[in-house]
């Protein structure tokens, strides 16, 4: 339908939808592995499902995933109508899967923009070999498909009419159908069907109209021809026939004898017709109970679903909207006026924007369980491949975040299981000698902790090997501290910097050629953190410390001559004024502060990004303490400006491409106009060593 | 002065661009710059300084709301800096769905020259040479036609050492 | 302007077919996704047409539609099909459906259709 493929909206939903019923096709197979076999309600969804897909695709013209959802529709038809005994379930999971994720590699090409043209035809023909087989095993040719309808169909007698002769006309129709109107044989049972109920006889050719799909050339060629005996003008007649729908041509004759008619009476037969029982299907109380809680779709409908882009549109509108209103609200004109009622107004627009910007974020959080359930798969294909027997436990999977996060997370998240599988998990057999349980267990765990999310990976594998770790960063020359200087902790980490991979054979799953730096970079790149930690023999656990949003932060305005800049509140510990006699400077001529007792470094500001500024001295400015990845340092500003709410903007990418500057993390608009550079306090406290 | 010439520019239409060229003064040579690339043409703005660029990228400006980078293109062609005044504008290019402002000395007008008119400018080893795509004759003017793509992308080498 | 109620388990369909029906004329009174919520719309709305999807989940479109025949033996039903559901089609004619659309559907077909059935 090219006139429906190029409309935005129905691309939307033919994305959203055939992507949720993937995902649920995906649950559904693995769930059922658990169980071992496929009860009839799974055989029911899944046919189902690929039905829908291969009739959506169609619409869109996605031709190879419409032809292979065709296929798996096929396999699982055979399964529901003949509920084979003999099946290889765990080959049918593999081949379901695979078709998976087929149609998932297309749909992000879809979603991308890109072209849809990976070819389904091996994987379809893999599909049907693998029905033939079951067909075969379980010793079952194929059937001809049942006519629903009785099997003599061809003709009808009314048994009451027949008495009545006298008004009888006798007519022979010849009707074509519009070219590729299709079910043509279909189509002309259906005028059959609304005849009955006026007709006396009706008989019709080609006869076999139900039973043999080839009519469909015959009535296409030589039409289909009814001979009709009933109760009706020519001009009624005419009327009737001319609502058939697709009709191309209609030729009607108003015959005087039934001397055509006789053709069809040879087995001079009258079957006496019931009409079929019309089964009313018994809806029981839990269907409509079902049918009670979906809540009635029409005008009233409660879930919708948009573009994610159309969402960052609404951010970036609310975020200039913010600043518009600082703009009003602390215009410059309004010094030194008495507006009392300007000032009411003010603070309404001011509750009202604050109250929608919470509201375009909570839109924007969505829960981890997606993305959580995707690990499923991961265990799956991992412990088939390996042969560990692994269990996968996920921990608050409810735990909210920014969508544009979760986009972020999700491959490190399975980079992390993998790893946690292959190297962290012990082989099978060791785990018995080790006397511990059997099964590995892999736990996923996300909880809230304050504005950030804690996602926590744990294998209660063999744990990580310090020596190795050391003797390994020792080769690399990763090593900056000497060896018993090092914590554990430190030791750990190691495994985060590039260049660092603890397996030497690069397995299929976990190698790669990438090791953990990529997942580091990342988790960095939305402004997390990534920490490790390990006991041997007991377990590795990593954690991920993922911020709850990108878009909006809570910042510190503070100024360094002319420039703005802006640190997110959350780091920092607190702000004061230092006295000239805590200021200490080491032999190198760094400086530092002595606060209660303990020393931490200053970064001048002004020094690091070469501002001028009249402040120069440490007990004229002020001194912002900071904190990240456990790290202090002291931040020295000419003044703080003042605490708000920012819209976090990139840089332009010409600047970013031109050079990666430290200690940046964008920059956002003040009330005033004027551009705050953001700082990157994690950058910073790692600049400094 | 500004207003007028932008006025001129929404005039146009699309396919009768072509060929047309908004005019503009560094000094003494006057420059042009393929009307299509332009979206508009602002007086100078609060620039706000970016630490470790180079020196011909004074920094980022607030165009309602978007923030776009600005670059000097006196510095950029290594002459000497010039304060800002009321003339100085700020030309927003757009390319490749990159905006960038351009700060010049004055826009002069919009001018057509035919391709007959253009030729390719000589081969003169280094210089600001590789920044014009061709010398455009207006009576007895000429008019370096800038090549703004490569404005953007071309010398990343000089421009790190520029901050050295 | 002829009203109509959509009933289809997948949502996409439901839009393809809110979308063409929309822009031809037509008022979608209903969109139900599947066959018993159908019928409580279809007595809630007394659409003028209905067009079934086979295959859903919960009351499928056969089910549906003898159900929605039984509470109205004028409700002009549309049956909604793709190729290789022949006999379900046929058992839905049997069963009193008007006349049926087939997936992937032109929008030609589908008004065509639709408008013959609805002015008969």
């Known amino acids: ?689 | 002065m500004a207003e007028s010439v932008m006025q001129e520019l929404y005039e146009q239409e699309e396919d009768t661009q072509k060929g047309r060229f908004l005019t503009f003064a560094l000094g003494s040579e006057s420059y042009g710059i393929e009307i299509k690339h332009v979206t508009e043409i602002i007086g100078i703005q609060p620039i706000t300084e970016v630490p470790e660029l180079p020196e011909y990228i004074k920094g980022i400006i607030n165009l309602r709301g978007k923030i776009i980078p600005v670059m000097d293109v006196r510095l950029r062609f290594k002459k000497p800096f010039r304060e800002y005044n009321d003339r100085t504008c700020v030309i927003v290019i757009d390319i490749k769905e990159v905006s960038i402002g351009l700060i010049i000395d004055s826009v002069s007008e919009v001018l057509s020259i035919p391709e007959t008119e253009i030729v390719v400018p000589p081969e003169v080893g280094k210089g600001n040479n590789k920044y014009i795509k061709g010398i455009g004759k207006t009576g007895n003017d000429v008019k370096l036609l800038l090549d703004c793509e490569k404005l953007l992308t071309e010398d990343e080498v000089d421009s790190l050492n520029n901050i050295q | 302007m002829p009203k109509v109620l959509v009933v289809d388990d997948a949502a996409f369909m439901r839009l393809a077919l809110k979308t063409i029906l929309e822009r031809n004329g037509f008022q979608i009174v209903g969109e139900a996704e599947n066959g018993a919520v159908a019928l409580k719309m279809y007595q809630e709305y007394k659409p003028d047409l209905v067009t079934m999807d086979i295959t859903m989940p919960v009351l499928d479109g056969i089910q549906s539609l003898k159900a929605i025949r039984q509470y109205d033996p004028k409700a002009k039903v549309i049956i909604v099909s793709a190729m290789g559901q022949e006999g379900m089609i046929k058992e839905a004619i049997a069963s009193g459906a008007k006349s049926f659309i087939i997936k992937p559907f032109k929008e030609g077909h589908v008004i065509e259709t639709l408008t013959k059935i609805a002015t008969a």
């Open chain 1, 1 to 689: 339908m090219s006139e429906l493929y190029a409309n935005e909206p129905m691309m939307d939903m033919y994305i959203f939808e055939t992507t949720q019923n993937i995902e649920q096709l995906e649950t559904c197979i693995l769930d059922t592995e658990k169980a071992g076999y496929y009860s009839q309600n799974v055989v029911n969804e899944i046919f189902r499902i690929m039905h829908t897909i291969k009739g959506s695709s169609a619409m869109m013209l996605f031709n190879n995933i419409s032809m292979l959802a065709h296929t798996v529709e096929d396999l699982f038809y055979f399964l529901r109508e003949h509920k084979p005994e003999q099946i290889d379930y765990s080959t049918l999971s593999d081949l379901v899967l695979e078709v998976v994720d087929f149609i998932k590699g297309e749909l992000d090409k879809i979603t991308q923009g890109d072209k849809v043209n990976r070819d389904s035809t091996i994987l379809s023909s893999k599909i049907k070999d693998y029905l033939e087989e079951l067909k075969q095993q379980n010793a079952i040719t194929e059937l001809i498909e049942k006519p629903v309808i009785e099997k003599q169909s061809h003709y009808y007698i009314a048994q009451d009419k027949t008495e009545n002769k006298i008004n009888l006309h006798m007519y022979k129709a010849i009707i074509f159908f519009d070219d590729g109107c299709e079910m043509e044989n279909i189509r002309a049972y259906t005028i059959t069907h609304h005849l009955r109920d006026m007709a006396d006889e009706i008989y019709y050719l080609p006869q076999d109209i139900i039973e043999n799909d080839e009519s469909i050339h015959l009535i296409r060629e030589e039409g289909f021809q009814l001979y009709v005996k009933i109760n009706k003008t020519y001009n009624e007649m005419f009327e009737f026939l001319k609502q058939t729908i697709f009709l191309k041509d209609l030729e009607l004759i108003e015959l005087d004898n039934d001397e055509e008619f006789k053709q069809f009476y040879k087995p001079i037969k009258k079957i006496i017709l019931d009409t079929p029982p019309v089964m009313i299907p018994k809806i029981n109380n839990q269907n409509y109970q079902e049918g009670k809680e979906q809540t009635i779709t029409s005008s009233n409908q409660s879930i919708i679903s948009v573009n994610v882009a159309k969402l960052d549109k609404l951010m970036d509108l609310v975020g200039e909207m913010v600043i518009a209103e600082a703009m009003v609200t602390q215009n410059p004109d309004l010094k030194g006026l008495t507006i009392v009622n300007f000032h009411k107004a003010a603070r309404q627009l001011h509750k009202i924007t604050t109250e929608l910007q919470d509201m375009v974020m909570a839109i924007r959080m969505v829960p981890l369980s997606t993305t959580f359930h995707k690990m499923h798969r991961i265990v799956r294909d991992m412990s088939k491949k390996l042969g560990k027997e692994v269990k996968l436990e996920l921990i608050g999977e409810e735990t909210e975040v920014d969508k544009n996060i979760i986009e972020h997370i999700s491959d490190p998240l399975m980079h992390l299981v993998r790893n946690a599988i292959d190297h962290g998990l012990e082989a099978t057999k060791d785990r018995v000698t080790l006397e511990k349980p059997k099964i590995g267990k892999v736990t996923l765990e996300a909880r809230n902790a304050g504005s950030d999310v804690l996602i926590l990976v744990k294998d209660d594998g063999k744990g990580l090997n310090k020596q190795k770790i050391l003797d390994r960063a020792r080769e690399n020359d990763l090593l900056i501290k000497t060896e018993n200087e090092m914590t554990d902790k430190e030791i750990y980490n190691l495994i985060l910097l590039p260049g660092f991979s603890t397996k030497e054979a690069v397995s299929e799953y976990s190698g790669r050629g990438v090791g953990m730096d990529v997942v580091t970079n990342n988790i960095e790149a939305v402004g997390g953190s990534v920490s490790i930690d390990s006991e041997e023999g007991i377990g590795t656990t990593i954690t991920l410390k993922i911020p709850l949003t990108l878009a909006i932060i809570d910042g510190m305005n503070i100024s360094v001559g002319k420039s703005r800049y802006t640190i997110p509140t959350t780091t920092i510990k607190e702000s004061f004024r230092p006295k000239e006699n805590d200021l200490i400077k080491d032999p190198d001529g760094n400086e530092m502060i002595m606060v209660r007792g303990q020393c931490f470094p200053i970064l001048r500001l002004h020094e690091l990004y070469k501002v001028k500024t009249e402040v120069t001295d440490f007990t004229q400015g002020i001194l912002i303490m900071v904190e990240q990845d456990e790290k202090t340092l002291c931040i020295f500003a000419d003044m703080l400006l003042g605490q708000q709410q920012v819209v976090v903007k990139t840089l332009p990418s010409y600047i970013k491409s031109t050079r990666k500057i430290q200690g940046l993390a964008g920059c956002t608009l003040l009330g005033d106009g004027n551009i705050s550079l953001i700082l990157d306090i994690g950058g910073l406290v790692n600049l400094n060593g």
